[in-house]
């Protein structure tokens, strides 16, 4: 009997490979970087055939730090950097040009230009998503206009378009399969949340044709098999397929309307399960497919913080106030508190629920005796506190308070950070033992695609807890903190 689901988590510096056993535990891990590509000013690319070879080297690393053999595979599952838009040829498999990244602005003109035509509208209703260059549909629209050769495909039926899962199986199979799956597909603005199908009113203003879309799947099914691929045997089945922070939101086990996840990142991302009905947001916030598993569909509110893991790195090698990264907790630790010190990290604008690009970091209440302490510690605090903002907002359209958050990514590390956020929103914070939860969270839905776990609860057993951090905060000082936090906040 096989032993380990194999999950593939691309993401958007690297890709790693996660060896599963039944346990949830991992057996072995392998990882590659690929490189960054900057063509002019805001502009973000990919180079696909770099994107499979991280992916194809990980694979052999992962298999081989384990001392496992494939035919020990049950399955695959794959976990994706969203909104990553690639197009190659159906006849060649060629990609015809590098991927536009999901942080490539190149699309603002089109966005402008479809708000002064009234149609946000439309998209807000039908997809849950705003109309902003961070979502695919724009980024084909450009690829279609700009790339000759793009066009001349698409009218001949030849180009394919994908988000990186799509790219990823295409590969896999040999070229036999051409699908994405549901959550990735709502993060697309082509994908209507109500038919969880394509939309010819949200095609026709981006002028895509249907003809180069992949079909939509649901998670946790067998989409295709592997051919072909080195260190692999064929036939390997490819049955789970997620968004990164979708599938972060199912490896926290979050299978409850009410539960939610943040995954602290170079960025913060906020999920809560909302149920099996796509509730549209009056706070900011962004409506999204969670999973489609067993035939029932999840939805889920998401608000993203631009800068969390970011403001450290920028304490390290813009202010150079730490060393390393993890120098920040003990920094921040050696002061009662900030000193009055507010950090707002606005340093690329504020994401949900203020959705204010203008705005910038702000660094507010220093004074003779302010120390790098006082500094470090306003860091953390102003992470805490702008995703208090998103919980807020997610509490407010959900009509009552959440009783818990779960937590993952590198910051999900630092104790005094992960108390803070406790104290600012007043909930329990809960830190799983495995960390590793968006690859997690691909293994789970591909293993129970075939039956390597039987069900949900399966699933929920194998989540296990680190640490629980409880409220302490005085309640007058956490008002104190964000009453001067709003204010900075509209200083931004």
Known sequence: MSEYIMAIDQGTTG?????????????????????????????VEHDPERIW???????RSALQAGG??????????????????????????????NA????????????????????????????????????????????????????????????AFGTVDSFLVWRLTGGAAHVTDVSNASRTLLLDLESLAFDDELLEPLGIPRSVLPAVC????????????P????GIPISGMAGDQQ?????????????????????????????????????????????????????????????????????????????????????????????????????????????RPEARGALLGITRGTTRGHIARAALEGIALQNRDIMKAMADDLGGHLASLRVDGGAAANDLLMQLQADLLGTRV???????????????????????????DDVRSVWQLDREFVPSMEPATARTLIETWDSAVSRA
């Open 15 to 43: 890709t790693t490979v996660l060896l599963v056993d039944r346990f949830g535990k991992v057996a072995a891990k392998g990882y590659r970087e690929f490189p960054q590509v900057f063509p002019q000013a805001g502009w």
């Open 53 to 59: 070879e991280s992916t194809v080297e990980s694979i």
């Open 68 to 97: 496992i053999g494939s035919t020990d595979i049950a399955a695959i599952g794959i976990t994706n950097q969203r909104e990553t838009t690639l197009v190659w040829d159906r006849t060649t498999g060629r990609p015809i040009q």
């Open 100 to 159: 536009i990244v999901w942080q490539c602005r190149r699309t603002s003109d089109i966005c402008r230009d479809m708000k002064q035509r009234g149609l946000e509208p439309l998209y807000r209703k039908k997809t849950g998503l705003v109309l902003d260059p961070y979502f695919s549909g724009t980024k084909l629209a450009w690829i279609l206009r700009n790339n000759p050769e793009a066009a001349r495909l698409a009218a001949d039926g030849r180009l």
């Open 218 to 229: 649901g998670n946790s099914v067998v989409v295709g098999r592997t051919h072909g691929i």
């Open 231 to 234: 260190n692999l045997i064929d």
């Open 247 to 355: 599938s972060a939101l199912f490896g926290q086990a979050c299978f409850e309307p009410g539960e939610g996840k943040c995954t602290f990142g170079t960025g913060a991302f906020m999920l809560v399960n909302v149920g099996d009905r796509p509730l549209p947001s009056s706070h900011g916030l962004l409506t999204t497919v969670a999973w489609t598993h067993g035939g029932q569909t999840r939805y889920a509110f998401e608000g993203s913080a631009f800068i969390a893991g970011a403001a450290v790195q920028w304490l390290r090698d813009g202010l150079q106030i730490i060393r390393v990264a993890s120098d920040i907790e003990p920094l921040a630790a050696s002061v009662p508190d900030s000193g009055g010190v507010v950090f707002v990290p606005a340093l690329t604008g504020l994401g949900a629920p203020h959705w």
């Open 430 to 456: 809960l830190r799983p033992s495995q960390v590793e939860t968006t690859g997690l969270g691909a293994a789970f839905l591909a293993g129970l695609g075939t039956g390597f776990w039987s069900s949900l």
